[in-house]
């Protein structure tokens, strides 16, 4: 009987050298620091769609409340957080209410809808002449023709720059058109 040489079985139960284990790492390092941009870019894409749902559904519903009630029904910004620097800024949440006498105030008589509370980590500016709040008629019309919400991460992650503008800064914009009627997005720094 002929016994395996010391060679053959030393062969097989070999692990990696120091050498390879850390060009292994070395190798598995660099491409984790590729790959890591694009998924914090995927990250806040996800929280931009997140605030960006969350004003959609708050003006469908108030549009839609408007239109059932027979009434006008207001989205105001709700103020008091102090990240809120700018007065447009509706970060601190908002509500929605009828609006029993159309002076966009919520007054005790005014039936509270809903009411979405602070957004973390997003600046929302409402763009148009209010910069306050919304409002919808009974027909589901709003006053002015065209607002929008521009929705900006605080801490924006950035792709590059093309022909001096930042791409990738998760810039976007909620475009509110004919006369309520119509949401669309605008995607960068393009205006409604």
């Given at each position: 009987?002929?016994?395996?040489?010391?060679?053959?079985?030393?062969?097989?139960?070999?692990?990696?050298?120091?050498?390879?284990?850390?060009?292994?790492?070395?190798?598995?390092?660099?491409?984790?620091?590729?790959?890591?941009?694009?998924?914090?870019?995927?990250?806040?894409?996800?929280?931009?769609?997140?605030?960006?749902?969350?004003?959609?559904?708050?003006?469908?519903?108030?549009?839609?409340?408007?239109?059932?009630?027979?009434?006008?029904?207001?989205?105001?910004?709700?103020?008091?957080?102090?990240?809120?620097?700018?007065?447009?800024?509706?970060?601190?949440?908002?509500?929605?209410?009828?609006?029993?006498?159309r002076n966009r105030t919520?007054?005790?008589?005014?039936?509270?809808?809903?009411?979405?509370?602070?957004?973390?980590?997003?600046?929302?500016?409402?763009?148009?002449?209010?910069?306050?709040?919304?409002?919808?008629?009974?027909?589901?019309?709003?006053?002015?023709?065209?607002?929008?919400?521009?929705?900006?991460?605080?801490?924006?992650?950035?792709?590059?720059?093309?022909a001096g503008t930042t791409?990738?800064?998760?810039?976007?914009?909620?475009?509110?058109?004919?006369?309520?009627?119509?949401?669309?997005?605008?995607?960068?720094?393009?205006?409604?």
């Amino acid at each position: 009987m002929n016994k395996p040489t010391s060679s053959l079985r030393n062969a097989g139960s070999r692990g990696l050298s120091l050498i390879e284990m850390m060009v292994a790492v070395t190798v598995l390092g660099t491409l984790v620091a590729l790959a890591a941009p694009s998924f914090a870019r995927i990250g806040e894409r996800y929280k931009v769609d997140s605030v960006q749902a969350d004003l959609v559904t708050a003006l469908q519903s108030a549009r839609a409340e408007a239109v059932n009630q027979g009434r006008t029904v207001t989205l105001r910004r709700l103020a008091g957080c102090p990240e809120a620097t700018h007065p447009a800024d509706w970060r601190c949440g908002w509500e929605s209410f009828i609006d029993r006498n159309r002076n966009r105030t919520r007054d005790p008589d005014d039936t509270l809808l809903s009411n979405h509370g602070p957004v973390r980590g997003h600046q929302i500016l409402l763009e148009g002449p209010r910069d306050d709040s919304l409002a919808y008629s009974a027909l589901g019309r709003s006053d002015v023709a065209t607002q929008g919400l521009r929705i900006t991460p605080d801490r924006s992650t950035t792709a590059g720059t093309t022909a001096g503008t930042t791409v990738g800064t998760g810039l976007r914009r909620l475009c509110i058109e004919f006369g309520g009627t119509r949401l669309r997005v605008v995607e960068g720094s393009h205006p409604c």
